[in-house]
């Protein structure tokens, strides 16, 4: 059974760093396109940032030069480094596993806030 | 601001017919994916490819595409298909994902 367990949100001051990890269990990560999208609150879904089975990584032009994604292939987690964090960062944040081009496996999501 | 452009809110009684549309450039070379999102949950990949469901999806839910414009039509609408439903596709930049604003479905 496939299954995605995001980690790492909470509460961060502007201007500062947080890390997120997602799990994978059912298949192989580095295998796979694996992305990142956020919401914010009552808000829609933005896509955030992809990497590519090859490693190949791409990023929205609202975190472009401030957030990294990354996967540690020996632990089978994807992550994705956030730094300069603002205000409008703050929104739920879920990992999910690319099909081609359709997100089909979604983690539970996990909310970063970033306030003063 | 979103490239793909979505209707906010579309209503159907229960038991008809809805569609629920996505506009922008990048539908004229690519195929959209819709999602299907509920209150606290995260969203649920319904649509994808020319019109293919994954394992578990009812199939009164089905897609379509012409010109800049897809679709996703509910065919019998449900009490439980009341949700939030997002397309996505390539963006006209090049980037690999954009998503549309969303439509709220509410079953009447």
């Known amino acids: 059974e496939v299954q995605l367990v995001e980690t790492g949100g909470g509460l961060i001051q502007p201007g500062g760093s947080l890390r997120l990890s997602c799990a994978a269990s059912?298949?192989?990560?580095?295998?796979?396109?694996m992305s990142w999208v956020r919401q914010a609150p009552g808000k829609g879904l933005e896509w955030v940032s992809v990497?590519?089975?090859?490693?190949?990584?791409y990023y929205a032009d609202s975190v472009k030069g401030r957030f990294t994604i990354s996967r540690d292939n020996s632990k089978n987690t994807l992550y994705l480094q956030m730094n300069s964090l603002r205000a409008e960062d703050t929104a739920v944040y879920y990992c999910?596993?690319?099909?081609?081009?359709?997100?089909?496996?979604w983690g539970q999501g996990t909310l970063v806030t970033v306030s003063s | 601001s979103s490239e793909l452009t979505q209707d906010p809110a579309v209503s159907v009684a229960l038991g008809q017919t809805v569609r629920i549309t996505c506009q922008g450039d990048s539908l004229r070379s690519y195929y959209a994916s819709w999602y299907q999102q509920k209150p606290g949950q995260a969203p649920v990949l319904v649509i994808y490819g020319k019109n293919n469901r994954p394992s578990g999806i009812p199939d009164r839910f089905s897609g379509s595409s012409s010109g800049n414009t897809a679709s996703l039509t509910i065919t019998g609408a449900q009490a439980e298909d009341e949700a939030d439903y997002y397309c996505n596709s390539r963006d006209s930049s090049g980037n690999p994902w954009v998503f549309g604003g969303g439509t709220k479905l509410t079953v009447l």
């Open positions: 999910a596993r690319a099909l081609g081009r359709e997100l089909d496996y």
């Open positions: 059912g298949f192989t990560v580095s295998s796979n396109y």
């Open positions: 990497i590519y089975s090859g490693g190949s990584t």
